[in-house]
Structure formats: structure tokens, C-alpha cells
């Protein structure tokens, strides 16, 4: 993983300053979509969940079928 991150910081570094304002525009629109797909209090409550889970092992999931899609969301 800091392989990949070392090489984007390089990528990102050598880019032109048009080319990285678009690419903030880029991120920045990705963003705002992520943000608009989930609600953010969905998001605080499975991030609870998951927490308490993962303190408390025994306890089941009332969403377990879907926590790979949530963690997917949520990181």
C-alpha cells in the first residue's frame, strides 16, 4: 500500500498545474457523490455496528449478508 501511495504522490507531482485542478474536480466530484448515496447517519450507524462487532465478536449482524458491500461504502 505505500508503494501504490509513493507512486500517485509522484504521479500526482509531476502533473501540470490544468491537469491537477482537474483532477481535484475529479476527486472532488467523486466525492460529493459518495456523500449523496448514503446518508450520513446510515453511515455513523453501521460504523457503530461494525465497531461494536468487532469489540464484541459473539454478537451476530443483523446485516452481515451485506458488510462487505457496507465496509466497500463506509471506508
Known amino acids: 500500500m505505500n508503494a501504490t501511495t509513493e507512486i500517485l504522490k509522484h504521479k500526482i507531482e509531476s502533473?501540470?498545474?490544468?491537469?491537477?485542478e482537474t483532477l481535484v474536480r475529479?476527486?472532488?466530484?467523486?466525492?460529493?457523490?459518495?456523500?449523496?448515496?448514503?446518508?450520513?447517519?446510515?453511515?455513523?450507524?453501521?460504523l457503530?455496528?461494525?465497531?461494536?462487532?468487532?469489540e464484541n465478536p459473539k454478537t451476530k449482524l443483523d446485516f452481515y449478508e451485506n458488510i462487505s458491500e457496507l465496509k466497500k461504502y463506509c471506508a
Request: proline share 6%; no cysteine.
Open 15 to 20: 502533473l501540470t498545474p490544468e491537469l491537477l
Open 26 to 46: 475529479i476527486v472532488e466530484k467523486l466525492e460529493a457523490q459518495n456523500k449523496f448515496s448514503v446518508p450520513q447517519f446510515q453511515i455513523d450507524e453501521v
Open 48 to 54: 457503530y455496528r461494525i465497531e461494536f462487532h468487532n
